[in-house]
């Protein structure tokens, strides 16, 4: 079964500054799809940025880039000049087209709080 | 504007009682899904459709149903069988499966 683990569950980081969240993820399938969401307090879940499994280039958009180390099964997400609106829940996510009919799996999220 | 709608934002069910959910997308997606969140917590998975008349189960769908009669509509049904129904849940739908996936504003539901 597909797995997505994030270890951390805050962060901090200074307004301005870049950081990076975690995503480590397990399957089995040759193809799959990772994503992370946005989810502020008000509970909505934004897409921000997503890699495919076949994709070579890493995945950027706009402040949010993404590490992709297949062979360490690692998708981490980076945020660069991290700003106060920053602050919120973030998720890493999976999909699974052999194995799971594509649905998608979500790690436990990362706390972000970004300080000014 | 195109997007995902949820109704209602909060509710609130006594024990024993069935509540549906709305989820209503004008997008044109053929997959749709439930997620049920609780408190600092991720996203599980309830219930999922690829195509009109047809859904699966996700990890947790014991004590919901649903239905998807229409493309651009997916009810969820909490049944008096969900024992911990007080949650957040939110609709999403996406292209076709494994696509980025959209979601909806999200219902609180609380058992009083």
């Known amino acids: 079964a597909q797995k997505i683990t994030q270890t951390q569950p805050g962060m901090f980081v200074q307004e301005k500054e870049a950081v990076t969240l975690d995503c480590t993820y397990d399957?089995?399938?040759?193809?799959?799809?990772l994503f992370w969401y946005k989810q502020p307090s008000s509970g909505e879940m934004i897409f921000l940025i997503y890699?495919?499994?076949?994709?070579?280039q890493n995945a950027t958009e706009g402040r949010y880039s993404l590490n992709f180390q297949k062979a360490r099964k690692s998708a981490n997400l980076v945020i660069s000049a991290s700003q106060l609106g920053d602050s919120a829940m973030y998720f890493c996510a999976m999909s699974n087209q052999e194995t799971s009919g594509s649905r998608l799996t979500f790690g436990e999220g990362t706390q972000l709080t970004v300080n000014p | 504007d195109g997007g995902i709608t949820q109704s209602p934002k909060y509710l609130f069910r006594k024990e024993g009682q069935n509540v549906t959910l709305s989820c209503e997308q004008n997008?044109?997606?053929?997959?749709m899904y439930w997620y049920r969140q609780d408190p600092g917590q991720g996203l599980r998975l309830i219930y999922y459709s690829q195509i009109v008349n047809d859904f699966q189960k996700g990890d947790i769908a014991e004590g919901y149903s649903v239905s998807r009669e229409k493309k651009e509509s997916f009810p969820l049904t909490v049944t008096s069988a969900q024992k911990n129904p007080t949650a957040f849940y939110l609709c999403a739908s996406s292209t076709v499966p494994g696509a980025e996936a959209f979601f909806g504003q999200g219902t609180r539901l609380t058992v009083v």
């Open positions: 890699q495919g499994s076949y994709d070579e």
């Open positions: 399957t089995s399938d040759q193809s799959y799809g």
């Open positions: 997008l044109n997606h053929d997959a």
